[in-house]
Every structure is written in structure tokens, then in C-alpha cells.
């Protein structure tokens, strides 16, 4: 699969972070919620294009009310307008879901603000490595500076800290998010993303440098919520990590057999696919065992987040997905849209579903589970794709031809064809299911009519096919005759 189609899914995990999230977050300050509310993602004031235009003196352009509407629903601008997009050589803006009260505070920031045009490339990011066993600043260690654009990595650069531990990183671009790395004792830690505040031209760090311990006992992982959407072909997933170091020191875990340290571990069905480190870890720190992953990097004091997205192929019918507990969870939180096809979660309490982006979520929780216990989640998918169905009628004939040879094998023995026709009896009344999801998805305009035609009456032939070989079981022809 292509990385593009991964786009609709990490904006749906970003969404949903927001709301999942029990850290409470306050921005008071319209610079802030700029950021947050990802509108430094394409925009800079007076920094230059970047995917959208540059919003400086956008006064002179817009009114308030205007860039309010602007930030609210940018479909109804261009309903209004009939251009999309409206500036020539960008791309739509996409629905941000702002509220009245901050796309106020965004505005009038963007109205208010002092920012003048600005240097190309003239950012600073600047700190000091300190040792919070001794309070002093660390010199000559090695320092990196990663930089990104979106999620794809573009540049690293090496610093080592200078007297006092003081570092610098100058000239860099705007429009990228960063994130700073340290190295130290072969161990290695890094900075969340950070992305420059619209009005300040540098960021200052205070990099703290810990002792370490391998003692996991101040090691909680405090929640892990997991979303699970049903696709015609596929089951995506994406699961989210709370983990908090309570200890003052840097957890290392312990060796492997591959000599890599071991410290936070995640469950991964084995079949699963394109598998995807969305945030707080690097794939050259990840090493997988069969169902296991295992993150290799020191985890400092405090909390990080792990967010992974992936997906599992679907079958024909009931497909059950065993979910392992590794690590002790205080809460498990697991919402499901299935839309495209039934779920049922065993031994996690369901709750009443939740309504989120539009889209309605079915939820189920456990409290204080321990490692070693687990649940599992069992599909059925019912939906036929026409992929599926062009291979069909060679599935189907090929059944034919092997009950008609296996009867023929038997002697036609009374009651031989009697598994046979029960199982044929049985592939019946599962097209017939297939038949009603079809029509129900026909009834909710979720598939066009020719496809739905097509669909049909393929089916009903197979179900033909198959009222005339149990009826050949049921009295075979006499040979003899």
C-alpha cells in the first residue's frame, strides 16, 4: 500500500488523540492554538509560501469575520465563492474542526500580532545539556538535531556540547518540525517534534542527562486506548500508548538475545501489515519478535506516548483477532466503527457507544489488567468485493468438480453425499447473508447500482449452481440406467 493511503488514517489518530487524551491541555494565547490547531502545518506569517499562503498582513486581504468563516468551514467559503481552491497554485484547505471560541483567538492573533517579514532559513534552536545528578552543564556529548517534513525525516545534524553544555543549531528552515536526540553511554533519547511559535524566531531547550537503571519498577503504563475500523478487505488499528517513567533515572530494560536493551514491549498480531510507527518510536530502535515489539531506547523520567497504526487482512466470514496483554495497564479503552462488518470484543466490559469525527464507535473497556491475560476480537465480513467475485465462479466450479469426483469415488454410499450437501447448504445460507449486507449497503447509497447488479446476480447464480449439485446428492443419477 502506497503511503498516501495511510494520510486519511494518522489525520483520523491525530483527531482522535485529542479526545482520548486524559492530560488536560490549556492554550490561552491565539500563537498557541496556531500551532495546534496544525495551521503552522501549511502557513507561516511572514516567512514565505509554504503549502498555503504566507498570512502576513492578512488584514490588508480579509476581515475578521472573514477569516473566522475561513478557519470554521473552509467548504462553505468556497461554496460562496465557487473557487476551489481559492488561491491559485495551493490546495484546498482541509476542515480543521475549530471552535468559535479559538477560531476568535487565532484571528484576532493573525490580525494583532507585531510580526515582521523575516530572514529565509534564519531559525535557532539553542540549549544546554545539564546532569541532574550534579546540576552542571555536560560538555562533549554528542547532540542531533533531526529535521522532518510531515513525518518523513529529511536531514540530521551532529553538535557536541560545548563548555557549560551549551548547543546551537542555526539557519533552519520555518516550515520544518524538529526534534532534538541525544546520545550518551550507547543510549540514545530524543525531544518530542517541535515546530516554531509563528512569533519567535528560536527555541530554547533544557536538556536534562540521567543516570541509568535497569529496576523497572517505576515503569506504568498508565493507559492504552486502541481504535479499530472495519474496511471491505482489511481491519485497520491504531493503538495508543500512555507510559510513565515515575523513577528519576533514564530505564535502559535488559539485554536481549540480539544484545539490544529491551525496555517498553507492544502486542502485534503476527499477520499483521503495514505496520506504522506514528509517534515516540524510531523504526532503527524497534526490533520485532513474531508477535512482540520491543523498544530498545532509553526512556527517560516522565511520560511518553507511543502511537501505532496498523492493519490485518480480512476473509470470508468470522475472523478472530487475539489480542495479548504484555505490559500492566491501569485502563484499556477500545472503540470499533464497524459499519463495514459486525465485532464482538470477549471479556471487555462494552459501554455505550460514542460519536466522534462524525462517525459513531462502539466501545468497550478493561480496568487494572494485568500481563499475560488478554481478549480478542472476532470480524465477520460479509462484503464480496468485485475482486472477490471475479475469482468466484472458479471457487465455486472447482467445488463442483471435486464433489462430483469424491461422490463418484464413495460408490454413492447411502447417506455419502450427506457432509457434501450440508456443507453446499451451509456456503448457501452465507450468500444469502451476503445478499441482504448487499442490498443494505445498496439501500444506504454505499455502493453504486451497476456494482450492486453485478453483484446480485452473480450470487443468486451461485446459489443456483449450488440448489442444483445438492440436489444431484440427494438422488444421484443410476449409472446402470
Request: hydrophobic residues 35%.
Amino acid at each position: 500500500m502506497k503511503f498516501k493511503n495511510y494520510i486519511p488514517k494518522i489525520l483520523l489518530i491525530s483527531a482522535l488523540l485529542g479526545v482520548l487524551n486524559t492530560i488536560p491541555v490549556f492554550s490561552q494565547t491565539g500563537s498557541e492554538l496556531f500551532i495546534e490547531n496544525r495551521c503552522s502545518r501549511c502557513h507561516t506569517i511572514g516567512r514565505g509560501r509554504f503549502v498555503g499562503p504566507d498570512l502576513l498582513d492578512i488584514s490588508k486581504k480579509y476581515n475578521k469575520q472573514q477569516v473566522e468563516a475561513w478557519i470554521l468551514n473552509p467548504e462553505i467559503v468556497y461554496s460562496q465563492t465557487n473557487k476551489k481552491p481559492y488561491n491559485p497554485g495551493y490546495p484546498p484547505m482541509p476542515q480543521l474542526d475549530v471552535s468559535e471560541h479559538n477560531a476568535e483567538l487565532i484571528t484576532n492573533f493573525l490580525f494583532n500580532n507585531t510580526i515582521k517579514k523575516q530572514k529565509e532559513n534564519d531559525g535557532v534552536i539553542k540549549g544546554i545539556l545539564v546532569n541532574e545528578s550534579t546540576g552542571k552543564g555536560v560538555v562533549g556529548n554528542d547532540i542531533y538535531l533531526k529535521s522532518f517534513i510531515g513525518d518523513r525525516l529529511t536531514d540530521e545534524k551532529l553538535q557536541i556540547t560545548e563548555a557549560d553544555g551549551n548547543f546551537s543549531f542555526n539557519n533552519l528552515s520555518w516550515v520544518n518540525s524538529y526534534s532534538v536526540k541525544i546520545k550518551h553511554e550507547g543510549l540514545e533519547y530524543e525531544t518530542a517534534k517541535l515546530v516554531f511559535p509563528p512569533d519567535k524566531g528560536f527555541i530554547d531547550l533544557k536538556l536534562p542527562l540521567f543516570e541509568t537503571t535497569e529496576d523497572s519498577s517505576g515503569i506504568f503504563l498508565n493507559l492504552n486506548h486502541e481504535i479499530l475500523s472495519v474496511g471491505e478487505k482489511t481491519v485497520s488499528i491504531a493503538e495508543i500508548y500512555d507510559y510513565e517513567n515515575r523513577g528519576n533515572k533514564i530505564y535502559i530494560g535488559k539485554p536481549g538475545d540480539d544484545n539490544k536493551r529491551n525496555t517498553l514491549k507492544f502486542y502485534v498480531p503476527s499477520n499483521s501489515i503495514n505496520l506504522k510507527y506514528v509517534e515516540g518510536l524510531d523504526q532503527e530502535n524497534v526490533v520485532r519478535d513474531k508477535n512482540i515489539i520491543y523498544d530498545s531506547s532509553g526512556f527517560p523520567p516522565g511520560r511518553k506516548r507511543i502511537v501505532l497504526a496498523y492493519e490485518i487482512p480480512l476473509e470470508f466470514g468470522k475472523n478472530e483477532i487475539k489480542k495479548e496483554i504484555v505490559s500492566d495497564v491501569s485502563t484499556l479503552l477500545l472503540l470499533v466503527d464497524d459499519a463495514k462488518g459486525k465485532v464482538d470484543v470477549s471479556t471487555l466490559k462494552e459501554l455505550e457507544p460514542v460519536t466522534i469525527e462524525n462517525k459513531k464507535y462502539r466501545r468497550w473497556t478493561g480496568e487494572k489488567l494485568v500481563s499475560g491475560s488478554g481478549y480478542s476480537i472476532t470480524v465477520t465480513n460479509r462484503a464480496l468485493s468485485i475482486e472477490y467475485i471475479d475469482l468466484f465462479p472458479i471457487i465455486i466450479f472447482g467445488a463442483l468438480f471435486l464433489s462430483v469426483f469424491i461422490i463418484g469415488l464413495i460408490t454413492r454410499a447411502e447417506g455419502s453425499g450427506a457432509n457434501s450437501r450440508n456443507s453446499l447448504l451451509a456456503r448457501r445460507e452465507e450468500l444469502i447473508e451476503s445478499i441482504i449486507e448487499l442490498d443494505i449497503k445498496f439501500n444506504d447509497k454505499k455502493i453504486e447500482k451497476k456494482e450492486y447488479k453485478e453483484s446480485r446476480l452473480k450470487m443468486k447464480g451461485y446459489i443456483a449452481e449450488i440448489d442444483k449439485l445438492t440436489e444431484d446428492i440427494r438422488y444421484p443419477h443410476n449409472d446402470t440406467e
